[in-house]
């Protein structure tokens, strides 16, 4: 099979940088946030701590992610995401890079029922023709999709 390169143009449009409250789901804060903002699209990075988290890695094989929840704290090292509409409604994709108190470096996907004890983002909308998630067959995964991209081609 050929790869495929897609690639769509967007436009940054307002920029927020806030922190989620203590004992937020920061899934369930997010879509939320950007629900009432009428957000259609935003990339994200965030830090700080959280006191329950699930994290996981996506199996090739089986096309199913293999999570881990923990009800212990954690470090956000590193934090990235973005948020795209999926069936109407923001589908929030965030990424880490997570520290354990007893220093175990943890890294993945993260997943609902992760809670936030002190956690701070900057999130970036982006406007114009944006991509949604659909289901992509050959991965399993929901990929980005429009009708408007400027570079969709196998290189």
Do not use: W
Not at 46 to 53: F, I
Not at 58 to 82: C, E, R, Y
């Amino acid at each position: 099979m050929t790869p495929q390169l897609t690639v769509f143009e967007h436009f940054p449009g307002r920029r927020f940088l806030g922190s989620i409250p203590f004992g937020e789901e920061l899934f369930a804060f997010l879509g939320r946030f950007c629900g009432e903002r009428t957000i259609n699209a935003a990339t994200l990075c965030y830090y700080g701590q959280v006191s329950a988290y699930t994290f996981g890695t996506f199996d090739q094989q089986q096309k199913v992610f293999v999570t881990q929840t923990q009800s212990t704290a954690a470090d956000i090292v590193s934090g990235s995401g973005n948020i795209f509409l999926n069936n109407g409604k923001p589908f929030v994709y965030l990424t880490a890079v997570l520290c354990t108190p007893e220093g175990q470096v943890l890294g993945g996907r993260l997943f609902p029922e992760t809670v936030s004890f002190s956690v701070e983002f900057t999130l970036l909308e982006i406007t114009g023709d944006v991509p949604v998630r659909t289901y992509d067959e050959t991965t399993g995964l929901f990929a980005l999709t429009t009708s408007r991209c400027i570079a969709h081609h196998n290189p």
